[in-house]
Each structure stands twice: as C-alpha cells, then as structure tokens.
C-alpha cells in the first residue's frame, strides 16, 4: 500500500478502488487505454497473444507496483492483456481525473507528473540498452574518435547568432501550448551557440551539464562502440536533446553530432530544472512539451524493436524474437499512431 513517501501516494485523492476476481482480465490488448492502476494486494500478469497462436508473458506486477502510467499523458492502445494472477485489489486512477489534477497546478500534482517522467525515463533508458545489445542491418563503421572531453569547451554561447533565433521559438513544434512569457523564461534561461557540420555536441558517459534545442539545423543522436555506430535519431527544428539525463542526474546516454549547421540554444542543468522544478505557467508547459518529446522517443525505439523481431524471425532466431517481443509488449501501453 502506498505510504506518504511513495512517489504516487498522491494519485489515491483522483483513484477509485477496484477488484478483480482470480482469472478477471483488467486491460485487453488491443483496447483504448483509459489510465493506469496501482496494485494494493494481489498479483497480475501481462501476456500477449503470439502471432500464429499462443501466448507470452511479458511483465508481472505485485503489491505496490504500477502500470499502464504512460496511459496518464498520452492516448495509446493497450498493447498487453493483464490478467488477475490472484484475486485482486487496486486503484485506478483515469487519464481525465490524473490531467484534471495536474490542471491545478499543485505542487504534488507536478510532483506526480514528474515521478512518471522519471518512471518513463528509466524504461527508456532500460529499452535503448536491451536494443544496443543486437546487431541491426543500420549498424555503421564509427566515423572518427570520440572527443576525450567537453567538445563544447571553449565555443562561444551569446544571447545572439547570426540571424534572429528568437523569431523562430514561437513556431517551433517543441512551443506547443506555451504562451510568450513561457517560451521568453525558459529562452531567457540559456544561450545559443552555433557549430557546423560534423561537429561534436556531447559524448556517452559524460556529464549532463545542460540540454539543447535545436532552434536551426540538425543533431544526430546516435549508439557507439568503438568499432560500430547507429542511429538513434536525427533531431531538428524544435527537438529537445539531453533532457533525459539532466533529468535524471545521469551521465550522457546516447552520442550527439552535428548533421547539418545548426543553431542551438544550450539550457544548463541548473536553469533547467529550476523550471522543471517549479509549479508556474511554464513547468506546466514544459512538462507537457518533455512528455511529448518522450513519446517520441520511445516510439522511435518501440519501431526498432519491431525490425529486430521482423529480423530474427527471417533468419529463423525465434528465441531471440520472443525476448524483443517481452521487451516490446512488457510496457503495456503504446502511443496511438
């Protein structure tokens, strides 16, 4: 049972209690999720129905544990049908009531928003990790070493570039729902910078000193060893890139270069997250922004998941398929379109 310190203990004042029966089906794959549920008592678990018959489980959850909580920020489809492994005591909590809360603006209601960002985060990172462990056909020779530090030590940040970059914020997919005075605090916050092609933004494994919105041009985003590279994404106009790891007070997880000559406007860590932090006109919106950017992400990294499966079932690898199939389907709930 949730106590005063459990990040979602403050979801019960919108969540209604449930119970299911032994063998009672909570969710079904295929359907409109509706919300998330938080198990008091009892076991549940998450199995998807295999091409050609059968089935899989992919995930099980017991007391305290949480699902379907990407279900609170974004419309999607259940991807898994969880069923009661036990009889069943819960809470639900319903994706309007959950936006309805957050609408208020209470400090704990951000707080809980910002406890499922980190949730998310955290499988993300997990996902990413579980597919850099495969070989893919995008794999790529690695171009050139790695910087061995700061490959932005010593490039000039100012509050001007040479065309007028706060012209463009407004129209910038990331400023969705913001109005001017969100997007002058959070412009006000960082300074831009502007490189040319082929140039280093950040390395893995490095400090997360600040994030970067790409206002011009274009950043690769990419996965390296130290024979190989692949791509993870290419970030342009109104792309924010490193916000996961400032976040989460973690080293750099990916690689970013330079693909065309870009603009960027640099946010360092503290600025960030004294925005992310707070409870103003902007926090909202820039959590709304962040939750929009992370589903991007993962449905980037839920498309390579479904090559690798389609892979290592051409080549006949069925184990392998069926491990990426739980990697796919263990998070419950996927992104509508």
């Not at 936006?99 to 990413?128: F, H």
């Not at 010593?154 to 463009?168: L, N, P, Q, V, Y």
């Not at 959070?186 to 600040?210: C, I, K, T, Y």
């Amino acid at each position: 049972m949730p106590t005063a310190k459990h990040p979602f203990a403050h979801l019960l004042a919108v969540a209604r209690e449930v119970s299911f029966m032994k063998g009672a089906e909570l969710v079904r794959q295929g359907e409109a999720s509706r919300g998330c549920f938080l198990i008091r008592a009892g076991s549940v678990e998450a199995r998807i129905a295999l091409p050609g018959g059968g089935s899989l489980a992919v995930a099980q959850f017991r007391d305290g544990d949480m699902f379907g909580e990407m279900a609170l920020i974004e419309r999607g489809v259940v991807s898994a049908t969880v069923v009661a492994q036990s009889n069943v005591d819960a809470w639900f909590v319903g994706r309007d009531d959950f936006r309805a809360l957050v609408a208020s603006r209470e400090v704990a209601a951000l707080e809980i928003q910002r406890a499922i960002t980190r949730a998310l985060s955290d499988k993300l990172r997990a996902l990413n990790d579980r597919v850099k462990g495969y070989s893919a056909v995008e794999d790529r020779p690695a171009a050139g070493a790695a910087p061995a530090a700061d490959p932005l030590a010593g490039i000039e940040r100012s509050r001007h570039a040479s065309f007028d970059w706060k012209a463009f914020l407004c129209v910038l997919p990331f400023f969705e729902g913001f109005d001017a005075g969100d997007i002058d605090e959070l412009a006000s916050a960082g300074r831009v910078l502007e490189l040319p092609r082929g140039a280093w933004a950040f390395a893995a494994g490095r400090p997360a000193d600040s994030c970067y919105l790409v206002v011009r041009g274009a950043l690769e985003v990419f996965t390296r060893t130290e024979t190989r590279e692949r791509r993870v994404a290419i970030a342009g106009p109104g792309e924010l890139v490193g916000f996961m790891a400032v976040i989460n007070a973690a080293p750099r997880a990916n690689n970013a270069r330079v693909r065309e000559a870009c603009c960027l406007l640099e946010i360092p860590r503290a600025a960030f997250l004294e925005i992310y932090n707070g409870a103003s006109g902007a926090t909202v919106s820039l959590h709304h922004a962040i939750h929009r950017s992370l589903m991007r992400s993962i449905g980037r990294t839920n498309t390579q998941l479904t090559r690798l499966i389609s892979h290592a079932r051409l080549t006949a690898a069925e184990a392998r398929a069926v491990e990426l199939e739980a990697a796919l389907h263990g998070q419950i709930w996927r992104a509508e379109g």
